[in-house]
């Protein structure tokens, strides 16, 4: 069982920065890929970005290429999102989210555990 907590959302002017944190419980975390997610009201959760378990290179959606970066610190068990040159179509609820995969993973439905979500707005 591997639960998750998202924090770091706010409000923030378009051409800033945010950097979203995922806490996860579970000495199991370094076993998990883990995926950021985003919805906004009215549409699909929609692929942001994913990394796997041992970390390295990071595979993202076009519209963030170049943007937002992700990481992830296995002996603190959080994963990062780093969000750079924030447009206001980034405004959202992010979630992180958790894929027992040793694989790199995009689908919404490979992964087995979410978080609550952190909103992020992009004004402009």
């Known amino acids: 069982q591997v639960q998750l907590v998202e924090s770091g959302g706010g409000l923030v002017q378009a051409g800033g920065s945010l950097r979203l944190s995922c806490a996860a419980s579970g000495r199991t975390f370094r076993t998990y890929a883990m995926g950021w997610f985003r919805q906004t009201p009215g549409k699909e959760r929609e692929f942001v970005g994913a990394i796997r378990w041992s970390g390295g290179s990071a595979y993202y959606t076009d519209s963030v290429k170049g943007r937002f970066t992700i990481s992830r610190d296995n002996a603190k068990n959080t994963v990062y999102l780093q969000m750079n040159t924030l447009k206001p179509e980034d405004t959202a609820v992010y979630y992180c989210?958790?894929?027992?995969?040793?694989?790199?993973?995009?689908?919404?439905?490979?992964?087995?555990?979410w978080g609550q979500g952190t909103q992020v707005t992009v004004s402009s």
């Open positions: 989210a958790a894929a027992y995969r040793l694989v790199l993973v995009t689908a919404l439905s490979e992964y087995d555990y």
